[in-house]
């Protein structure tokens, strides 16, 4: 599924990685913990997630995550961005919460890795 | 070729930088990406064990050669009590502050473990703890 049209789905907003943005990703998986995301193999993955810190990133970067949806309303900081923008992680502000953006993404057909 | 890396306590908006310059230079020399992953996934695990759990920070020692990496993370104390029962997933010890901060599920070890081919963990209280990650980097 291509990032842009997730965006929309979402009624988000892409905040870093814009001209990445044409980009599929197969897999969702939602997480707030990190070490959650870290024991991901699978590659083309999108992370829903309400936790929004500069280590939210640094996982993503390490994890190789290709695009990652801060949910509830969460405003990305300076600092976050910066990063993203430097690793390449895709950041998407979303007002929804994290159930709702899985469902959502779900019932499109972005698949659940397990 | 042999890098040092200083790792500050506490300092969540750091941690991870040591890890990722590793990343870069496996990626310069063209390590296969699965490899580059498993093995950066395992050193940014030690990495933010030392800025979670240790007191006065610590380092990180990479040695690269053609065929393997070796990473040493080591800190000051305060060592592990009870290693058999660290590397239990769901073992932990993290204070309210490294949960907010997504940390604290007593997974970092046991994925150390999954994404190391040699993995070492010495560990005592009254010294500190040094955690060896040996990932061979010819697929
Ligand atoms: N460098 C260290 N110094 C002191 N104690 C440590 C160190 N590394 C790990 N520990 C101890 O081992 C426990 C388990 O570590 P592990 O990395 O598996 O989980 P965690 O760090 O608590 O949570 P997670 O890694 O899932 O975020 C820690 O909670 C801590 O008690
Ligand atoms: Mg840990």
């Known amino acids: ?114 | 070729m042999k890098f040092e890396f200083d790792i500050v306590d506490g300092d969540f908006a750091k941690a991870g930088t040591a890890s990722s310059q590793v990343k870069h230079l496996l990626k310069q020399l063209n390590v296969d990406t699965k490899i580059i992953k498993k093995t950066t996934v395992a050193i940014y695990e030690a990495e933010v064990n030392v800025v979670a759990h240790a007191i006065g920070g610590g380092k990180l020692l990479a040695d690269i050669n053609l065929e393997r990496i070796v990473v040493e993370v080591v800190d000051e104390g305060p060592g592990i009590e009870d290693i058999a029962r660290a590397m239990e997933v769901g073992f932990s010890t993290a204070s309210p502050q490294v949960i907010s901060m997504g940390f604290g599920a007593g997974m970092g070890l046991p994925n150390m473990r999954k994404n190391s081919d040699e993995l070492e963990v010495i560990s005592d209280v009254s010294g500190g703890t040094r955690v060896v990650i040996t990932n061979y980097l010819v697929a």
């Open chain 1, 1 to 114: 599924m291509k990032i842009t049209e997730i965006t929309t789905l979402l009624g988000g907003h892409i905040v870093c990685g814009k001209a990445r943005a044409y980009i599929s990703v197969q897999y969702g998986f939602a997480a707030d913990l990190l070490s959650d995301i870290l024991t991901l193999e699978t590659e083309g993955i999108l992370v829903i997630t309400g936790l929004c810190t500069l280590q939210t990133i640094r996982t993503a970067e390490m994890a190789e995550i290709d695009c990652v949806v801060i949910a509830r309303g969460k405003k990305v900081s300076p600092a976050m961005k910066d990063l993203a923008d430097r690793t390449g992680v895709i950041l998407i502000e979303a007002d929804c919460s994290v159930f709702k953006a899985s469902g959502i993404l779900y019932a499109s057909g972005l698949q659940p890795i397990y």
